[in-house]
């Protein structure tokens, strides 16, 4: 872990994030979301395909070459580490 970061507040911003993810997926539209589904499935296999031949392991390394913020780029490196995807 980064030095400086305190874990409780990272813990409760991602708690607030999903509490936020649920509110919007109230409101929205089915059209919307599965719009949101294909874009997320497409941007994954950009991921995969830079992270996989040139091993960008590191979030800024991704950041940097897909051009989604520090955050975008460790939410989806650890969600497709989890869901086996890469390693």
């Not at 997926?25 to 949101?36: G, Q």
């Not at 590191?58 to 995807?85: I, M, P, Q, V, Y």
Request: one cysteine or more.
């Amino acid at each position: 872990m980064d030095e400086g970061v305190d874990p409780k507040q990272m813990c409760q911003s991602l708690v607030n994030k999903v509490a936020q993810s649920e509110q919007l997926a109230a409101v929205a539209e089915p059209e919307i979301l599965i719009l949101f589904e294909d874009w997320l499935e497409e941007l994954e296999k950009e991921v995969i395909d830079k992270v996989t031949p040139i091993d960008i392991a590191s979030a800024d390394a991704l950041a940097e070459a897909t051009g989604l913020s520090r955050a975008g780029a460790t939410f989806l490196l650890t969600k497709l580490r989890r869901e086996g995807k890469i390693k």
